[in-house]
């Protein structure tokens, strides 16, 4: 029986991680599985992927695929950027802004459209960027780059497919505590990476 328990259980399972490791190199899995891994482990960047899913769903229509699939796209384009050799300045206090503002923006009960919309590509360039040039030399890039694309996409999946199932099941107010709850973690989370 589905009641409102179990659903936020199932949803609160799925959204945890159950390793996080933070970047430590993960082993010797080659370019793949480091990729696959990368996103997963990073807590960091577990928060940012299911806040940008969240976002996505509290806006609804099509943005419940449109606001993700634009932070991914943004990843690659900041992952080309640090292939490149190109330098972007603060790159972590970046990440923890963006996931700081994600959680804000999450905490309210009105959501500013554009404001989302402009802000999520640049939460995927720091994000993008990060994941390439944390990579060691000695990563395949490409396999890598598969890996990281996959990951995301399945952790983005899962996020936004808890929340439609949620809405399906005419749980707004469920929803909407979700994502309150959420944004609060994720701004805490995002205060801990600045000053900690």
Same mark, same amino acid.
């Given at each position: 029986m589905l009641t409102k328990k179990n659903v936020l259980m199932a949803i609160f399972a799925a959204a945890v991680p159950t390793v996080a490791m933070a970047h430590p190199g993960h082993g010797t899995g080659g370019g793949f599985v480091h990729g696959v891994l990368h996103p997963l482990t990073g807590l960091d960047h577990v928060l940012v992927i299911i806040a940008v899913a969240l976002l996505s769903i509290r806006?609804?229509?099509?943005? +419940?695929?449109?606001?993700?699939?634009? +932070?991914?796209?943004?990843? =690659?384009?900041? #992952?080309?950027?640090?292939?490149? #050799?190109?330098?972007?300045?603060?790159? /972590?206090?970046?990440? =923890?802004?963006?996931?700081? &503002?994600?959680? &804000? $923006?999450? !905490?309210?009960? %009105? %959501? /500013?459209?554009?404001? &989302?919309?402009?802000? !999520?590509?640049l939460f995927g360039i720091f994000q993008g960027y990060a994941h390439v040039a944390e990579t060691g030399s000695a990563i395949s890039l490409a396999p890598y780059a598969v890996g990281l694309l996959i990951a995301s996409l399945l952790l983005t999946a899962i996020t936004v497919g808890c929340g439609l199932l949620i809405e399906r099941l005419q749980f707004k107010e469920?929803?909407?505590? !979700?994502?309150? &709850?959420?944004?609060?973690? +994720?701004?805490?989370?995002?205060? $801990?990476?600045?000053?900690?």
């Open positions: 806006l609804g229509g099509h943005r +419940f695929w449109t606001i993700p699939a634009a +932070f991914i796209g943004c990843c =690659a384009v900041g #992952g080309m950027i640090a292939f490149a #050799g190109i330098t972007l300045p603060m790159i /972590e206090p970046m990440i =923890a802004a963006s996931l700081l &503002v994600a959680g &804000v $923006l999450l !905490v309210r009960r %009105q %959501q /500013e459209k554009p404001l &989302v919309v402009a802000l !999520v590509p469920l929803l909407s505590t !979700v994502c309150r &709850v959420a944004g609060t973690g +994720f701004a805490a989370a995002a205060i $801990l990476m600045l000053f900690v």
